[in-house]
Nanobody, 119 residues
Framework: QEQVAESGGGLVQAGGSLRLSCAASGIILSIRTMGWYRQVPGKQRELAASVGSGGSTNYADSVKGRFTISRDNAKNTVYLQMNSLKPEDTAVYYC?????????????WGQGTQVTVSS
């Protein structure tokens, strides 16, 4: 069964760095867009960064210049390098992958990983 799983969250001081990883597994033909979203209690989930199959990237204004998204297509994995972290980056981060399967295209989400930035 296809699934997406994140790792790499944790607690870090302001100004520090964290690297998130997300791997898709199962019988996957290819993956189109992969992205990282984040959500804080009481607010809508928002896009932090995304990367297309060809490597084109898109970032939220709030993370531009601090976060870098990348992917390894051979490993069906996407990464989010987060530098110069701020307390307002505290959220649950979710990985999303648009996966091409034999039966069609599906949108898969991970269970989320907590990132906490202390001031």
């Amino acid at each position: 069964q296809e699934q997406v799983a994140e790792s790499g969250g944790g607690l870090v001081q302001a100004g520090g760095s964290l690297r998130l990883s997300c791997a898709a597994s199962g019988i996957i033909l290819s993956i189109r867009t992969m992205g990282w979203y984040r959500q804080v209690p009481g607010k809508q989930r928002e896009l932090a960064a995304s990367v297309g199959s060809g490597g084109s990237t898109n970032y939220a204004d709030s993370v531009k210049g601090r976060f870098t998204i990348s992917r390894d297509n051979a490993k069906n994995t996407v990464y989010l390098q987060m530098n110069s972290l701020k307390p307002e980056d505290t959220a649950v981060y979710y990985c999303e992958a648009e996966v091409v399967l034999l039966r069609g295209v599906g949108d898969y989400w991970g269970q989320g990983t907590q990132v906490t930035v202390s001031s």
